[in-house]
Each structure stands twice: as structure tokens, then as C-alpha cells.
């Protein structure tokens, strides 16, 4: 079928898929012994490092991976003023390797994600289905009941338009988590021994229209199709709300994909998520979002972006604008939120010249 | 968490969940031997049995089960100049037993549709998990990324609004098929020997906003929130078109759903779907239907229904209308089947008096 990606089904390929293409963005404040489980799937890939929390401390890499590491000290160095966009003490930090990674393509895991294992016991190279899920088209407008029809073995349905059969481009791919599902504190709180042991063989696009949660724990995305929506907001150090980062890139992300008709994929790769973090630290960190996000989805469910827009700068822009008008209402935050939205597109375009330039998305 | 259910985990539960308060809905031209299979799952439960093509002929039904049986003679006595709203020589003639069910629930399945196994050998009792589906709420207005939050072992991730938790009522359970996958004929064509082997272990909600292909092969639904919008269309003997009778019902149904706030779910449980039609003869039923569908769905895609209509017979009674309008200017045929839309509704109300009188969906 047109579009299908063959890829060799061995799970280490013996020619990594876009070797030179996609770089691995690791925000952390220790050392980073979890690669060793990753190193088959991770090893020929560029590592980009985000140290977050004190600068003075070394993060110790594995041998045999090639990396960047950025710390607090070069964030401010290479931003200037424009450092205030990127979080401290939150794992929003990590976006500042969106911004400095030169690949078409970046896939981010949090450093207490290991290798999950599939049903019949093979490990999961989370990679490589990223990269499938990346590879190969979305159906965003219309819903397949047989899941991803690219994937070998399934197909559209009867009933499934044809016009629509070519589907959109793929910005994003959401992976999952099996062992310990990504909670809110109180849900955390009252299920405590919950574990996520249903392996579920799907990968699915999330329909035009229809917003959802994005973990950034497992995640991989198109930097030329959405790399500037992919703004993880301002958390941690001096800010009212923290654990909220890849949810706000997530609404923003997927507001912009319908208006540009790219698709975002969420199912398969599984990690193994290692430990629930501590639900009293994640109830403080979280509940003015538990508050807010009751405006904010609505807001991101009504807000459309103008025609003009047509490139992931521009409809981010408008964004911006909105929550400054609509969101600013609820809390003074939001009015800071807006600002850094625009200071980081300055910043992004600023290291991403060439981009700046052309046409992203649609126009692309 | 508020809105589970419990089901005896037993393939075979002691007392048959819903036993008085479903009907199975069979379509058939021949002998009903397919039941044996279904024997300990179907027994418990009342059938009604609609006999397509020639009233002559004697349908055996297996020892045992309790039903009734119509022929189209029976259906032209009950409906006199109504009964041209039900199809002939077409599965959809099945919809004529949602009609005199008196039952809360239908479950509808074809007769070459077979008990399938899960993944550990066990048979499936696909009425029972449609029956979960349909007691457990629905979540349309946000994604899940972990499937149905209802289900044990699972539940709503970080990042979904809680004042969406308690979800929708579910209108409609649609369920997937193993071996034969529900292909158009051009599909069947290019790909004799697809079978279908993958057993997605989910349950999930189609989001508010997006319409998908119901097949009519292994579905159910709440006869009370949606029965009259569960219309099959004029196929079959005497019209252009055949083999989207369960696709018009799924698109005008979903129309109807989003407007009422009710949810339809699609996943589990799986049939084992025994043998493929001849493409040929489909072809030759789904031509027209594969041209009319580029302009159909766009057409439902953006329906709407008037606040005002609070009852599904007034929503769809304001569909046809707009068939007629904006879809008759394509082909006759569907100003023959919005006349055949409103007829359905008045047959419906004759034999559901009460039902009729009282308001339907949202309002309940």
C-alpha cells in the first residue's frame, strides 16, 4: 500500500533508521545510568543533555555515546534575556534541546524509562516504532476502526472514503507506559499499587478536533513539521504550577496540526516507567492545573487560528495572542505564559535561521 | 471508581447479564446452524430472527433458543404501506427487528459471524463485553490516551479535565471482527488473502466531532437513547445500492450522538468473521456508494442538528430534511430515502407508543 514504511523487523536494524537525522533530547539532574538499558536501540543516535538544577554538578554519561550537555549556565549563555522562556527545576527545560537540535527529527524519554518488553517477551525498540509511527501517514479526518491502516496486516475499512486514503502528515507520535501510567497526584493518591499491564497493540491518530493528554516521557515528533508548537511552557522555579509542561505543549501542538492538517499518532512504543514520583511533591506542583485546566481545555477546544497563519511560527503567534486575551483573565500567569510563548519563538528563530525563513508545515 | 462495572469474569456468567432486557437481532436467508456455536453465550437470551429474499422458504433454528421470526410477508402485515422503509434481499432488513423489540438492548450479529478466542485461548463471549460497554459511561469529549478509563486496571491519565470524568451515557458498542476484515470490494480485490490476526485489546471512545464506518455485523446499542436513529436505509432489491445500510445508520447515529451527548464506543469484543463475500457481487452493490461517500460524509461531517430537537425522532426527522435538501440535489435516490427516513419514524412511533410520547436521549 502506498505509504506503508517497510522497516527490517529485527529489533536492533542493522542500519539505524535515520541515524543522521533525529537527535535523543534527555532532560536530567543525575547521572545517566538508564542508558545502559537503552544502549542497543540509543547508541548510534545523537544524545542531546539537558541538566537541569545546579550547574556546578557533573552529570555522568555513559562511555560510547556521542552527546551535547547543556547546563543551566549555557542556557543563559547561548538565550541572553532570552532564557527566561525555558523552565529551571522542571523537565520543561528539556525543550531547550528542541530548540538547539540541528535534526529534522527528535525523539525525548524522561531518564527513569526503560526498555519495556512486548507480549512474547522481546524487547521494545521504542525508537524505531517512533520512527514508523513518524514515517508513515496519520487519519486525522476520518476514524478507522481497524486502527492504523499503513501498519502491515490492517487496512482502511469499508466505508472509509477514498480521497482520504493518502491521510496527512504525522508531526508527532505519542508513546505510552507500561508498570507505572502516567497519573495526576490525586489519582496517584487513591490507586496507589495501579500498574499498567495491558499491552494494547495500537497505534491510533488522534482525530481532527478532538484535543488529548501528551506525556512528554515517551515522545517523538517532526522538528520541521511542529518543532516551534513544541514549547513546554513555563514550570518549576518561581512559577505557580509545575507538571502541566507537556500538557500545554500538547493543547498547543494539536490546535496548530488540525489548522495545518498534519497528524498526531498516540499508541504504541511502550516504555517501562520505573517510579511513581512522589504524589504530596506532584498535589503542589499540580493543583492550580487541576484548577485552570478546566478553562484551558475549553479555551483550546473553541480557539481557531486565522487563515493567514501558515506556518507553525505564525499559528503559535496568534496563539499567544489568545491566551494573553482569554486565558489572562483567570490568573496573571497566563499574561507571563503568553509573554515567554513569543519570547521562545524569537529564541527558536533566532538558533533556527533557515527555518525562520522558509515556510514550516502546510506550505512545506 | 464511580461508573465501574462488575462482571463476573467467567465466559459463562451464572446469571446472564441483561437476560430480560435484550434482544438479539438476526438477519438471515438460510438455516441458523451458526447458533450452535453461540449456544452458551445466546441460549439465555430472546432472538429475533428477520428472514430476507423468499417468505416461502423454512429457516431451521436450533433446538432450544426462544425467538420470534418475521418474514416479509409478516413485515407488510405489520407495517402495510409503512413496510416500504425496509429493505428486501439486503442485510438491512434487520433493522425491522430493532423496531418491534420491546427490549431496552439489542445486540445485532450476522450469521456467518463465529465465536472467536482471545489471545489465551479462551472464547470470547461477545455479548457480555458489549454489554460492559454499554453500562460503563463513554468519554467524547476528551481522549484517553490509556483507553477506557472505566476498565479495571485502568483510568483517566494526568491532564484530563475531572469534571469530564464522569463521562457520557453509551448509546452504541461496536465491535471488530478477526479472519475476514470488513473490506470494501476494491480493498477485497487487491487483497484476497488479508486476514485479519491482530487482537487490540481496547475499548475505546470515537470522540465528539469525528464520524467512523459502524459496521452492522457485531454491534449493539441502547434501543431507548438511540433505537430510532438506528435506521438501515433503503438497500438492496429495487434501489441503486447496497452495503451501506450499517454505514448510513453509523453516520446519521453519530450526527445524532454528538448532538444528544451520548457516546459511542468501538473495540472488543471480537467475532470471528468465517468467510469473505464475493467482490464481485459487492462491487457491483458498493459502486455508487464508494462515488456518493466523498459527498455523504462531508455532508454529515458538517450537519447540524437544532437545539431545540431533544429527542432522537426529532433529530432525525431534522436530518432527513436535510438529506433531502443537500443530498438530493446528488441523485434522486436520496429524496427516496429521506421519504423512507420519515416513514421509518412513523412506523417506530406506531409500535413504540410509549417511547414515542416520552422524551428520548438527553432529556431522560
Same mark, same amino acid.
Request: charged residues 25%; negative net charge.
Given at each position: ?131 514508523? +509511527? /513518524? ?6 479526518? #476520518? ?5 492504523? $491502516?499503513?501498519?502491515?496486516? !490492517? ?126 511533591? +506532584? /498535589? ?6 487541576? #484548577? ?5 481545555? $475549553?479555551?483550546?477546544?473553541? !480557539? ?61
Amino acid at each position: 500500500m502506498a505509504g506503508t514504511v517497510t522497516v527490517p523487523s529485527a529489533s536492533v536494524p542493522s542500519t539505524p533508521l535515520l541515524k543522521d537525522e533525529l537527535d535523543i533530547v534527555i532532560p536530567t539532574i543525575r547521572n545517566l545510568d538508564f542508558l545502559e538499558m537503552w544502549r542497543p536501540f540509543f547508541q548510534p543516535y545523537h544524545l542531546i543533555i539537558v541538566q537541569d538544577g545546579d550547574p556546578a554538578k557533573t552529570i555522568k554519561v555513559p562511555e560510547g555515546f556521542d552527546y551535547e550537555l547543556y547546563n543551566r549556565n549555557d542556557i543563559n549563555r547561548i538565550l541572553g534575556p532570552k532564557a527566561s522562556c525555558i523552565s529551571f527545576k522542571d523537565s520543561a527545560c528539556r525543550c531547550f534541546g528542541y530548540m538547539v537540535s540541528k535534526k529534522k527529527y527528535v525523539f525525548t524519554i524522561d531518564d527513569d524509562c526503560f526498555v519495556a518488553k512486548d507480549p512474547s517477551g522481546k524487547d521494545i525498540n521504542a525508537l524505531e516504532q517512533h520512527i514508523k +509511527n /513518524l514515517l508513515s501517514p496519520s487519519t486525522p479526518f #476520518f476514524f478507522n476502526t481497524l486502527y492504523d $491502516p499503513y501498519r502491515e496486516g !490492517a487496512d482502511f475499512v469499508r466505508g472509509y472514503p477514498f480521497s482520504l486514503r493518502e491521510g496527512a502528515k504525522t508531526a508527532v507520535s505519542h508513546g505510552l507506559w507500561l508498570n507505572i501510567p502516567d497519573y495526576d497526584a490525586p489519582t496517584q493518591m487513591v490507586k496507589p499499587r495501579e500498574r499498567n499491564t495491558r499491552y494494547v497493540d495500537a497505534v491510533m491518530t488522534v482525530p481532527k478536533g478532538t484535543l488529548f493528554p501528551m506525556c512528554g516521557m515517551n515522545l517523538a515528533f517532526d522538528r520541521d513539521l511542529i518543532g516551534p508548537a513544541m514549547y513546554f511552557g513555563l514550570m518549576g522555579d518561581g512559577q505557580p504550577i509545575g507538571r502541566y509542561d507537556d500538557m500545554w505543549a500538547g493543547w498547543c501542538m494539536k490546535v496548530i496540526c488540525d489548522h495545518l492538517s498534519l497528524g498526531v499518532k498516540t499508541g504504541l512504543p511502550y516504555i517501562w516507567h520505573s517510579k511513581a514520583s512522589n504524589p504530596f511533591v +506532584n /498535589l503542589k506542583k499540580e493543583y492550580k492545573g487541576i #484548577f485552570w485546566q478546566e478553562d484551558i481545555i $475549553p479555551f483550546f477546544q473553541n !480557539a481557531t487560528i486565522p487563515k493567514e497563519c501558515d506556518t507553525v511560527q505564525k499559528c503559535y503567534l496568534s496563539l499567544a495572542e489568545q491566551v494573553r486575551e482569554k486565558l489572562g483573565k483567570i490568573d496573571p500567569y497566563f499574561i507571563k505564559l503568553a509573554d515567554a510563548m513569543v519570547t521562545w519563538i524569537e529564541a527558536w528563530d533566532e538558533l533556527n535561521p533557515s527555518t525562520a525563513a522558509v515556510e514550516n508545515g502546510k506550505a512545506k
